[in-house]
């Protein structure tokens, strides 16, 4: 069967000068999410890409990549036909069998890029559905509500058919807003943080806090795994895995137990600002929603964002935990997250952590102990490799 797949691009098409530029990117993210599936020959023209299968290409699974790519809105399969009417009848009487057999009502739509087709497109709609309408005895024509429009584009070398429109990933092209480095945990709520900025067009790397003997090797295995599945989306994750045992253990020994958390993730920040520094990364993103646990109030915030010295994004900060698990099943990383392996923050989560930390305080009991060579060694010892 001759098909191919026509691409709508939805926002993007509104960026005025920068269009073009989005467009190109796109393309890019798309050859590249494609490339391992066979041979594929792209056109573009009015906010649609025309994708063309080689004889040796996967068009089902490069439906379901495609699915992942930020910066698409819709993907329709389509079949080729001749620029000849009963070709384009014929084709599109057997190609849409399945769904115009599961409907009740349709409207034929006819898009003429060649303005010198023999048939005007009141005529093609006219006859095209008249055609249906004779192989599909139970279908009627309802042109306000059709539960399928069948849509007819002739154009210059040849006319597609189709009628399926399967949604995409939405947001914008990856690549088009910069790159940010991602706290990521094995929780449920980090993995959709990365999500929600890679959506929006940034380039998302990840950094993860490891403290073995107390986290194990599988621990980590599990955020990886998250983050392969977070590359479906975002594409190759660079990924940092950080050894932060010993801080763990000196602020356990020096600094008082209500504030652990607070003190941790602070040092956290300034980890991951120098990895950030040094990928190119401009800002840094956390899975943090507001008043969700007792270190993630508003004033642990302010306490911890004072180390930082670039913006910290927290996509999920007005968030219900209900709406972030819908999310994370959509995008599957939820499986994985439940799984019951330890991370280093709830090894030493301290019994009653204080919910208003001021900032004063969380200085004066972080000086108790100078955790600068120890944050030093951890960024020299820092682990880094890609994931996808
Ligand atoms: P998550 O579901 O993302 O783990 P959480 O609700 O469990 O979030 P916390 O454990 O308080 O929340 O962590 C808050 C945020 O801090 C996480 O969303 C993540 O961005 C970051 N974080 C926590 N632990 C780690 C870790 N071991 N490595 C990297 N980032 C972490
Ligand atoms: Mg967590």
Not at 12 to 19: C, P
Not at 143 to 150: D, G, I, M, R, W
Not at 197 to 203: E, L, N, S
Not at 325 to 335: A, C, L, N
Request: glycine share 6%; hydrophobic share 40%; proline share 4%.
């Amino acid at each position: 069967m001759n098909e191919m797949l026509l691409l709508k691009y939805g926002e993007i098409a509104l960026k005025g000068l920068n269009k073009k530029s989005f467009e190109d990117v796109l393309i890019k993210n798309i050859k590249r999410r494609l490339r391992y599936l066979g041979g594929f020959e792209y056109t573009r023209a009015q906010s649609t890409l025309y994708i063309k299968p080689k004889e040796d290409a996967d068009i089902d699974e490069a439906v379901d990549k495609l699915k992942k790519v930020f910066g698409v809105t819709k993907i329709c399969r389509a079949i080729v036909c001749t620029k000849d009417f009963s070709d384009i009848a014929k084709n599109a009487v057997e190609y849409l069998k399945d769904t115009l057999l599961r409907s009740k009502t349709f409207k034929v739509e006819a898009k003429r890029a060649d303005k010198n087709f023999c048939m005007t497109s009141p005529e093609l709609q006219k006859e095209l559905g008249a055609k249906i309408l004779e192989a599909y005895g139970h279908l009627s024509v309802n042109v306000h509500e059709p539960q399928v429009t069948v849509t007819v584009e002739i154009r210059e070398e040849n006319a597609f058919v189709h009628a399926l429109k399967i949604d995409g990933a939405g947001g914008i092209p990856i690549g088009t807003s910069g790159r940010a480095l991602l706290l990521l945990s094995g929780g449920i709520d980090s993995p959709v943080a990365g999500y929600m900025m890679a959506k929006r067009g940034v380039i998302v790397d990840a950094i993860h806090f490891e403290a073995p003997p107390y986290t194990s090797e599988r621990a980590r295995m599990k955020v990886e795994k998250l983050a392969k599945i977070m590359s479906g989306y975002t594409g190759a994750v660079n990924f940092h895995c950080v050894p932060f045992t010993k801080i763990q253990e000196k602020i356990k020994e020096h600094c008082p137990e209500e504030l652990f958390t607070v003190i941790m993730r602070r040092i956290m920040m300034e980890i991951a600002q120098q990895i950030a520094d040094s990928e190119g990364a401009s800002c840094l993103v956390t899975g943090e929603s507001i008043g969700q646990v007792a270190s993630q109030t508003m004033y642990a915030m302010v306490c911890t964002d004072a180390v930082c010295t670039i913006p910290v994004f927290r996509p999920l900060i007005g968030m219900d935990k209900t709406e972030i698990v819908e999310i994370s099943r959509k995008i599957g990383t939820y499986d994985t997250s439940i799984e019951p392996y330890e991370d280093c923050c709830t090894v030493f989560t301290p019994r009653h952590p204080k919910t208003r930390p001021q900032l004063l305080d969380v200085q004066r009991a972080q000086a108790q102990f100078d955790f600068k060579p120890l944050i030093d060694q951890a960024v020299e010892e820092t682990r880094a490799y890609i994931i996808n």
